[in-house]
C-alpha cells in the first residue's frame, strides 16, 4: 500500500493530509509520486495519521 492509495481509502484530501502532517500539498505530492522521500519523522507522521505502519506505506 502506498501514500495515496491509503489517502484515497480514507477520503482525504492532499490539502487535508498535508495540514495534519504540517507540509505542503505539494511537498505531499512529491512523496506520493515518489520524486522524494520523507525524513523520519515526516514518515511517521503520515503513517500516523493514515493509521497504518511505516512499513506500509514506505
Not at 505542503?24 to 507522521?45: N, V
Request: net charge positive.
Amino acid at each position: 500500500m502506498d501514500i495515496k492509495m491509503k489517502r484515497k481509502e480514507m477520503k482525504l484530501t492532499q490539502i487535508e493530509l498535508a495540514k495534519l502532517v504540517g507540509i505542503s500539498q505539494g511537498t505531499l505530492s512529491l512523496y506520493e509520486t515518489g520524486k522524494r522521500q520523507p525524513d523520519i519523522k515526516t514518515a511517521m507522521c503520515i503513517a500516523k495519521n493514515l493509521g497504518v505502519s511505516i512499513e506500509e506505506i514506505f
